[in-house]
């Protein structure tokens, strides 16, 4: 977290002609706090206080949700991060990178699409700017530049504000609350006169510019914690400028500054946090009475470029070089502008003006200067008389008339009019407090005996997470939607093509690769329907929707010509409905990347049911079972787009239960080891009046919590936790609920561990590798790794693993099991060591792997190499083929008619009969080979109920003994002799009638 700022620190020895100048005495500054540790509240970041992230530049990560993907930037190029620093190039004057993503309007519904969790979309979290005002960010430009922050709401309602940005590392603080707007859509579109739901920064304003970025914050304004730093001095300069920094070097930048003036023998210097990271700080101060020293850590002694602006008149031959500005006056009206960097002089404190400089000749110069509301104009100006050779100029600035308030501008004429031809170099310009100097003093610096610690209260949880317990396709189908065989998607329409592409390596939309097993389709050209992977469609093994309640898919589309992100959406159908009667959720708006989309499905509404209905109020999800019936058809409509040769890959898509517990359940979370955690349930998604777990104590050796669950009652339960230090409480909700259920039987399988990395007696020196693949019949929990027994960190299985896929196919946790990661191990000393790796399940049981290896000086090792994506595309057929269907319908009263649709791509079809809705009772109608695509049948002159009987008989089609769906009827609507007694009997008649149509 640097600030680069450079400075020049050599001493000169300068020769002072005809001129006293008063001798700097010698300096006694000494810092008295912090003199031990020291602890500040950090202030609360939206980034990291709502969404538990923050913008610390770590890197990237699936879902968008960590620092700023790619797929949110515009107008950039050559993105990377390394060592908490995001790089990028811009390719325009208007580069972007999108903070929080604005939701848009579906035109055709009124209404904003659905929040895929693990993407930051303002919908989810609209910023409270009551709460939180301060922009802050820590960046590197090679040149000044101007910087822009956008808010917005919308496409058509935003505003602008602009800031100046200084070559080199700064942290720059931006007020949102009373920055001035300088551009916008409209009124009312100040910071405080909404909850905005997007925001975006435009780093700098010139195309070309390699910029670095450390980190970004969003604060607020009245929760940072504070500590003063205290001084003592009675001699030498009576300003005291006090900084923060990270490392034992303030010259090559700082992370906060405060001037003040000594008062008496001493003082103190408020710092707050709202320009820093959480972290420690060495402290650091410097007796200085120069503006620029002080204001920037950067003197005007032309070390550097950017000690000038850019607007140079009548002046030819510009230099900045070994500390002098050179140039040749090639005009009547010679001048430049010292660089304020955008902030402003208090002209009742600072006046007077040192320069020293070397003239070809004799002559005036002048010095100029303005104020905010004066703009171009000058408000004053004072001359000095220059003669040839080096020599030092003082000004009094104090005495001229204009020189009031704040000066925002200080332009100087090296010469006021004529001398045409005469060179000058420029050593210093010295603005001072108090007297003039000859020599301009490099920084001394003086270190406090003490550092001053930052909270660092982040934290979060992984178990339980969103994505839920035991899932679906596994448990119930035995055959999960990873996309590792054809058999996971069961029917593909409107695409131009399509394929199953396991062990393959794709490259998504934002250049990164990505390995495993894949779904992909192709777009067809004026196509106006969504593509339609079909994922399952069985009514004998439907889904109870009370139960299976959270769905997610991973997957990604080709940007679109157009620019815009693509919409996914979620369909699904009730097994009692209507054949053609399917239920879609609203839009989903995706990412250009690799990402993982979440939805709660208790949560989720029918888009006709727009506007939404009021929270608590059935959905068309859960609604299913609870009016006795299953979803028997579910699908994901991956992309929009109606343009050839655009594409849509889907990864996988688990429908999962709530995490599910009977005698116990292992609560996990990310935090550090020094912190405790206090952990509670609550009935409701509250952070507050929660009934107490237990507690991650201080100094622990694990971040797993073993959640008693054997006498609580049966129910749905809600976590949350908190961390608290100094006066900071920092409350995360777990992603997850935890449903439990005392006649569920306990989860007795232990999680499969393979521990690849590192082998029995492996030596090694400065790093030790970590490979394998683990994975869980229900949900894994979290793996740990331990060296000679103590915590060292959790390992994250994010990566495919072939080996893993090929043994448990049909694990949904087989799809992403496996991690490939090296570790620092130059702590450890030499000799034997015992690693061993411990992963948990949600239920706790715990597998285990352990090593012995021997760390060596020198020793090497060879990195595991795993088998490189070698596997065929396998195609899908295509659709284009028809979907065979069954529709059954009364004639005249009497008569069944059947038709069969489409069945003339089928082998053979087979119609049965059933009045059970599991068809446990099932007859067959008729079993034939078609010799047309669309068959009819009748079964005439059927009996109707005798009166008061009820009942429905049910119909399913199978084409090559694949079940394509069923219609009942309902036996009241016959009207026959009433000679039937029950649906049974009705169903036998329905068998001895139905015969082929001619």
């Given at each position: 977290m640097r600030n680069q700022l450079r400075f020049s620190l050599l001493l000169w020895v300068l020769t002072a002609i005809g001129l006293g100048f008063p001798v700097m005495a010698g300096a006694d500054l000494s810092i008295t706090q912090p003199a031990s540790g020291a602890v500040m509240g950090h202030c609360h970041d939206y980034f990291r206080y709502e969404?538990?992230?923050?913008?610390?530049?770590?890197?990237?990560?699936?879902?968008?949700?960590?620092?700023?993907?790619?797929?949110?930037?515009?107008?950039v190029s050559g993105y990377s991060y390394s060592g908490g620093i995001m790089s990028m190039t811009t390719t325009t004057g208007a580069g972007i990178v999108t903070l929080l993503s604005y939701t848009p309007v579906d035109p055709i519904h009124?209404?904003?699409?659905?929040?895929?969790?693990?993407?930051?979309?303002?919908?989810?979290?609209?910023?409270?700017?009551?709460?939180?005002?301060?922009?802050?960010?820590?960046?590197?430009?090679?040149?000044?530049?101007?910087?822009?922050?956008?808010?917005r709401e919308s496409v058509t309602r935003w505003a602008i504000t602009t800031f100046h940005v200084s070559a080199g590392w700064k942290t720059y603080t931006i007020d949102l609350a009373s920055a001035p707007v300088v551009s916008s859509s409209g009124a009312n579109i100040g910071w405080t006169q909404d909850h905005w739901e997007g925001l975006e920064f435009y780093p700098v304003n010139i195309a070309g510019l390699t910029v670095q970025i450390d980190w970004i914050q969003l604060l607020s304004d009245d929760d940072c914690g504070t500590f003063n730093a205290t001084f003592t001095s009675t001699s030498g300069d009576d300003r005291i400028t006090m900084i923060l920094d990270t490392d034992t070097n303030p010259a090559n930048g700082y992370s906060d500054k405060q001037t003040v003036q000594r008062v008496g023998s001493g003082g103190s210097v408020a710092f707050d946090s709202h320009d820093l990271m959480p972290g420690t700080y060495r402290v650091y101060g410097m007796q200085n009475n120069d503006w620029a020293t002080m204001t920037h850590l950067n003197p005007w002694d032309f070390s550097d470029s950017d000690e000038i602006t850019s607007t140079l008149i009548d002046i030819s031959g510009t230099t900045i070089s070994g500390g002098l500005l050179s140039g040749t006056v090639s005009g009547v009206h010679p001048q430049f502008n010292l660089n304020l960097r955008n902030?402003?002089?208090?002209?009742?404190?600072?006046?007077?003006?040192?320069?020293?400089?070397?003239?070809?000749?004799?002559?005036?110069?002048?010095?100029?200067?303005?104020?905010?509301?004066?703009?171009?104009?000058?408000?004053?100006?004072?001359?000095?008389?220059?003669?040839?050779?080096?020599?030092?100029?003082?000004?009094?600035?104090?005495?001229?008339?204009?020189?009031?308030?704040?000066?925002?501008?200080?332009?100087?004429?090296?010469?006021?009019?004529?001398?045409?031809?005469?060179?000058?170099?420029?050593?210093?310009?010295?603005?001072?407090?108090?007297?003039?100097?000859?020599?301009?003093?490099?920084?001394?610096?003086?270190?406090?005996?003490?550092?001053?610690?930052?909270?660092?209260?982040?934290?979060?949880?992984?178990?339980?997470?969103?994505?839920?317990?035991?899932?679906?396709?596994?448990?119930?189908?035995?055959?999960?939607w990873n996309m590792n065989e054809i058999d996971d998607i069961r029917v593909v329409t409107h695409v131009a093509s399509a394929e199953i592409l396991p062990h393959n390596q794709l490259i998504d939309p934002a250049g990164v690769a990505h390995t495993g097993d894949f779904f992909r389709a192709y777009t067809i050209t004026g196509n106006g329907d969504p593509q339609y992977p079909v994922l399952y469609f069985d009514t004998e093994r439907c889904i109870d929707t009370t139960r299976y309640v959270n769905m997610c898919f991973r997957g990604w589309n080709t940007t679109e010509s157009n620019g815009f992100n693509s919409v996914a959406r979620f369909i699904w159908h009730n097994a009692l409905a209507d054949r053609l009667t399917y239920f879609d959720g609203?839009?989903?708006?995706?990412?250009?990347?690799?990402?993982?989309?979440?939805?709660?499905?208790?949560?989720?509404?029918?888009?006709?049911?727009?506007?939404?209905?009021?929270?608590?109020?059935?959905?068309?999800?859960?609604?299913?079972?609870?009016?006795?019936?299953?979803?028997?058809?579910?699908?994901?409509?991956?992309?929009?787009?109606?343009?050839?040769?655009?594409?849509?890959?889907?990864?996988?898509?688990?429908?999962?239960?709530?995490?599910?517990?009977?005698?116990?359940?292992?609560?996990?979370?990310?935090?550090?080891?020094?912190?405790?955690?206090?952990?509670f349930y609550n009935s409701?998604?509250?952070?507050?009046?929660?009934?107490?777990?237990g507690t991650l104590p201080v100094d622990r050796n694990t971040n797993v919590f073993l959640w008693d669950t054997s006498a609580l009652p049966d129910g749905s339960y809600y976590i949350y936790g908190s961390m608290s230090r100094a006066g900071n409480d920092l409350r995360y909700l777990a992603g997850g609920r935890v449903v439990v259920n005392h006649s569920l039987a306990d989860d007795a399988v232990a999680p499969i561990l393979n521990c690849d990395r590192p082998s029995e007696s492996q030596l090694f020196d400065t790093e030790l590798e970590l490979a394998g693949y683990v994975l869980d019949d229900v949900r894994l929990a979290t793996v740990e790794l331990f060296i000679d027994g103590d915590y060292v960190k959790t390992v994250t299985p994010s990566l495919f693993s072939i080996a893993a896929r090929d043994l448990y196919p049909h694990y949904a946790e087989a799809n992403r099991p496996g991690f490939h990661e090296v570790i620092d191990i130059r702590g450890l000393g030499l000799g034997a060591h015992t690693v061993r790796l411990v992963a948990?399940?949600?239920?706790?049981?715990?597998?285990?792997?352990?090593?012995?290896?021997?760390?060596?000086?020198?020793?090497?090792?060879?990195?595991?190499?795993?088998?490189?994506?070698?596997?065929?595309?396998?195609?899908?057929?295509?659709?284009?083929?028809?979907?065979?269907?069954?529709?059954v319908r009364i004639q005249q009263k009497v008569n069944l008619a059947f038709t069969l649709k489409d069945v003339?791509?089928?082998?053979?079809?087979?119609?049965?009969?059933?009045?059970?809705?599991?068809?446990?009772?099932?007859?067959?109608?008729?079993?034939?080979?078609?010799?047309?695509?669309?068959?009819?049948?009748?079964?005439?002159?059927?009996?109707?109920?005798?009166?008061?009987?009820?009942?429905?008989?049910?119909?399913?089609?199978?084409?090559?003994?694949?079940?394509?769906?069923?219609?009942?009827?309902?036996?009241?609507?016959?009207?026959?002799?009433?000679?039937?007694?029950?649906?049974?009997?009705?169903?036998?008649?329905?068998?001895?009638?139905?015969?082929?149509?001619?």
């Open positions: 969404w538990g992230s923050p913008l610390n530049m770590n890197g990237p990560s699936s879902g968008a949700l960590n620092d700023i993907p790619q797929t949110h930037q515009l107008g009124g209404n904003k699409g659905a929040i895929p969790i693990g993407s930051r979309y303002g919908e989810a979290k609209p910023i409270n700017t009551s709460k939180y005002r301060y922009f802050n960010v820590r960046m590197y430009s090679p040149q000044a530049a101007e910087a822009q922050i956008m808010w902030a402003t002089i208090d002209a009742s404190v600072f006046r007077y003006l040192s320069i020293r400089a070397n003239y070809s000749g004799a002559g005036i110069g002048e010095v100029f200067f303005y104020t905010p509301a004066s703009g171009s104009t000058p408000v004053g100006s004072e001359q000095f008389t220059f003669v040839s050779g080096w020599n030092n100029y003082t000004i009094d600035l104090g005495g001229v008339a204009g020189w009031a308030g704040q000066i925002s501008r200080l332009r100087i004429s090296p010469i006021a009019y004529g001398g045409v031809g005469t060179s000058f170099q420029y050593d210093f310009v010295a603005l001072r407090t108090s007297g003039y100097v000859a020599t301009l003093p490099a920084p001394a610096y003086v270190q406090a005996p003490s550092t001053l610690e930052v909270n660092n209260l982040l934290w979060a949880f992984k178990q339980p997470d969103h994505r839920g317990g035991r899932e679906f396709s596994q448990h119930v189908v035995a055959n999960t609203d839009d989903i708006i995706m990412n250009r990347s690799n990402a993982e989309y979440c939805l709660d499905l208790r949560n989720i509404r029918h888009t006709e049911t727009e506007p939404p209905q009021p929270g608590g109020s059935p959905n068309q999800w859960t609604a299913i079972s609870q009016n006795g019936s299953c979803a028997d058809f579910v699908r994901v409509d991956m992309s929009e787009s109606t343009e050839a040769g655009h594409y849509s890959v889907l990864d996988y898509m688990h429908i999962r239960t709530d995490h599910e517990a009977n005698s116990a359940f292992a609560i996990v979370v990310d935090a550090p080891l020094n912190r405790a955690v206090s952990l409701n998604a509250s952070t507050s009046g929660g009934t107490p777990i948990m399940d949600t239920a706790g049981n715990v597998s285990s792997c352990e090593r012995t290896i021997t760390k060596s000086t020198g020793a090497t090792y060879t990195p595991i190499s795993y088998p490189a994506p070698d596997a065929s595309p396998i195609s899908y057929p295509l659709d284009g083929l028809p979907v065979p269907e069954i529709n003339g791509v089928c082998g053979s079809a087979r119609v049965v009969g059933a009045t059970k809705l599991d068809f446990s009772d099932a007859v067959t109608l008729l079993d034939i080979a078609p010799s047309a695509m669309d068959v009819t049948a009748t079964a005439r002159k059927l009996p109707g109920p005798a009166y008061g009987v009820k009942g429905t008989m049910r119909f399913r089609l199978y084409c090559d003994d694949e079940d394509r769906g069923f219609k009942p009827i309902n036996i009241r609507k016959l009207k026959g002799p009433k000679k039937s007694k029950s649906a049974a009997a009705l169903l036998k008649a329905v068998g001895k009638k139905i015969r082929l149509d001619p």
